[in-house]
Each structure stands twice: as structure tokens, then as C-alpha cells.
T-cell receptor
């Protein structure tokens, strides 16, 4: 069965420091991987995705993520955090084998960036 | 201005009432989804539709119903059979294809039972 784990409920980081939000996944086949961000009382916004090719993916607002097949991970990173990055972050996975229709979301990680 | 619109933003339901949440998109997407979001549980799939006049149950379909009579519209009805309907509901759409496209989300509807 497909699953996504975000092991940290909350991540705290000081403004200007690098940030990492962790994600590990389990799928039977090869995955499509996504990161989304959610601000309070809003819908999710797409940040970036891994489909194939280069393991380092760059996305919106200076975020990037690295696909690691051996560790089945897709951690979200940013070199220098901003207070405005404070939000709820979701990792998501789709299995290519079933046509990639059904998306599984992690439980979310709340990021706090302190000024 | 393309996007996906949910209404209303806030909705209050009395015990035993059915209520319908609206979701409209002008992105020309074939696939549409309804998710329920509860604190600490991420998003859970209620129903999805790949094409007009067709839809499938997700992981938590009991107590919910949907229709897909038009490509642009995918309304969700929360019936009285749903025992714990208080939650944040999110509608999403996606361009169908090889599965590598990202989803676009509406702003959500917060449903509260009073």
C-alpha cells in the first residue's frame, strides 16, 4: 500500500537559517512526488514535484527538494528561511503504475520561522 | 482569471440536515477531487471524478454524495448519515494525463455542525 510519512509535526527555525522538512514514502512502483504549502484557512498551493530525471528539484519561493530513491525520501529544503515561510507543508505521492490518479498526502508539518 | 472556486467559505449545519458544498473550475481539467482535512490527519480522499458523469468513492465516502453533470462542476453533499461532518473541505482539480500533473486547490469550505 502507498503511504507517506512526515516524521515531524513541527519544525522551528530562525530566519536566515536553512530549513529542512522531511518526507519519506512507500510505493510499490516508481513515484511521482509533490510538495504543497497551506496557509491558514486556505487551500493547498503547489510548490514543486519530482517526475523523473535530476534528483534535485527546484520550485517556487526558493524551495527545493531532493529525491533519494535508496532512502525513499523527498525532503524539502530552503537555504535561507523567511518569516513568511511559516505555514503547513504537505508531502504527497502518486504511484506511476496505477496511472498516477490517486494521490496520498502526508499528515503535514507545521513550519515556524522566528524573526 | 483561471482557477477553482469553492463556496461558501463557511457553512453551518444543523443535526439531520443535508448540505451541499459547491466546487467550480475553469481550468478545463478532467479530474476533480474532494478531500476532508482534520487537524493532524492530513487530507483524506472522499470522492473523485475522472470524467463527466463518472465518479469513484475515495477512502471515506460514507455519508457523502457527489455528482459530475458538467466538466466545470463537482458539488459535494454532506448527508445526515455523516456522523462527524465538522471539518475543512477542499476541492481540487488536475489535468488528466500520465499522473505527473499537480493539483489545483480551492480555498476550502469550513463546515460546522451546530
Amino acid at each position: 500500500a502507498q503511504s507517506v510519512a512526515q516524521p515531524e509535526d513541527q519544525v522551528n527555525v530562525a530566519e536566515g537559517n536553512p530549513l529542512t522538512v522531511k518526507c519519506t514514502y512507500s510505493v510499490s512502483g516508481n513515484p511521482y512526488l509533490f510538495w504543497y504549502v497551506q496557509y491558514p484557512n486556505r487551500g493547498l498551493q503547489f510548490l514543486l514535484k519530482y517526475i523523473t530525471g535530476d534528483n534535485l528539484v527546484k520550485g517556487s519561493y526558493g524551495f527545493e527538494a531532493e529525491f533519494n530513491k535508496s532512502q525513499t525520501s523527498f525532503h524539502l529544503k530552503k537555504p535561507s528561511a523567511l518569516v513568511s515561510d511559516s505555514a503547513l507543508y504537505f508531502c504527497a505521492v502518486r504511484d506511476k503504475r496505477d496511472g498516477g490518479f490517486k494521490t496520498i498526502f502526508g499528515a503535514g508539518t507545521r513550519l515556524f520561522v522566528k524573526a | 482569471d483561471g482557477g477553482i472556486t469553492q463556496s461558501p467559505k463557511y457553512l453551518f449545519r444543523k443535526e439531520g440536515q443535508n448540505v451541499t458544498l459547491s466546487c467550480e473550475q475553469n481550468l478545463n481539467h478532467d479530474a476533480m477531487y474532494w478531500y476532508r482535512q482534520d487537524p493532524g490527519q492530513g487530507l483524506r480522499l472522499i470522492y473523485y471524478s475522472q470524467i463527466v458523469n463518472d465518479f469513484q468513492k475515495g477512502d471515506i465516502a460514507e455519508g457523502y454524495s457527489v455528482s459530475r453533470e458538467k466538466k466545470e462542476s463537482f458539488p459535494l453533499t454532506v448527508t445526515s448519515a455523516q456522523k462527524n461532518p465538522t471539518a475543512f473541505y477542499l476541492c481540487a482539480s488536475r489535468a488528466e494525463g500520465l499522473g505527473n500533473t499537480e493539483a489545483f486547490f480551492g480555498q476550502g469550505t469550513r463546515l460546522t455542525v451546530v
